[in-house]
């Protein structure tokens, strides 16, 4: 019997950020259309969902990375994955930070990588997108739209800010450009995810697309000996 999992495309995307800055919401609300709130785990959670892209169905998997060793390179993830998405609260100047170290440390990286870093090339053309959250409390403002859009511009990756509570158009429009900027994956990866899955700990919310599917999986930390802190990442 012939395994359409087997024909379907994949596409993965490590999300990455410090905490409570709205990853898991952004990830829940981009696949699902629902909104979780405040939500924080101190693990790695890996959601699978087939979707469709200009028409076509691709089986997407996004690691949402936790934010609370953020003090560490996410090497592993980042080799695994096609594409990242850095989010940071714009309330927050220090999940800016933390997003700015992340882009600047992909960007020293050599091509040619290096056990030390643990991430062999994998910025070399790697589509990257940085996305400020928490638009709705402008008020609260601590990053100006114009420093996200430097940053980016510097470190070769799109920009955007939403509102993942209001459901912001530009959410959607930011992982879609992130989905069609990547490419069928050449680089060999040092380990995979899927073969590290835990147990199931729960269903993606349905929506009004019927072609949407898909679960969220606990995923085990990597041993902490191949994430090095930030401050090795340097050349």
């Known amino acids: 019997m012939r395994d359409e999992r087997a024909s379907t495309p994949r596409v993965r995307i490590a999300v990455i950020g410090s905490s409570r800055v709205g990853k898991s919401a952004l990830i829940v609300r981009y696949l699902t259309r629902r909104y979780i709130g405040e939500y924080h785990s101190n693990t790695d959670l890996l959601y699978r969902q087939t979707v469709p892209i ?43 930070e933390y ?42 403002r601590q990053v100006s739209t114009k420093e996200g859009q430097a940053v980016s511009a510097a470190h070769g990756a799109s920009f955007s800010e939403a509102s993942v509570a209001d459901n912001s158009g530009d959410l959607y429009r930011c ?38 599917s898909g679960s969220v999986v606990a995923c085990p930390r990597v041993p902490a000996p191949s994430r090095p802190p930030l401050a090795a990442a340097a050349p």
């Not at 998997?61 to 390179?73: A, L, P, Q, R, Y």
């Not at 993830?77 to 999940?95: E, K």
């Not at 170290?101 to 994998?122: D, M, N, Q, T, Y």
């Open 99 to 140: 997003a700015t170290e992340i882009l600047s440390a992909l960007k020293r990286a050599p091509r040619g990588g290096s056990p030390a870093h643990g991430v062999a090339g994998a910025s070399a053309g790697m589509p990257l997108a940085l996305l400020g959250n928490k638009t709705d409390l402008d008020h609260l």
């Open 175 to 212: 992982v879609d450009r992130l989905l069609a900027e990547v490419r069928t994956p050449q680089r060999t990866r040092k380990f995979s995810v899927t073969k590290m899955l835990g147990s199931l700990i729960g269903g993606a919310a349905n929506n009004s697309q019927a072609s949407r």
């Open 54 to 96: 200009n028409g076509t169905p691709v089986e997407l998997e996004v690691i949402d990375v936790s934010g609370s060793n953020s003090d560490k390179f996410p090497a592993e993830q980042i080799q695994w994955a096609d594409a990242c998405l850095l989010v940071y609260a714009v309330t927050d100047r220090s999940s800016f």
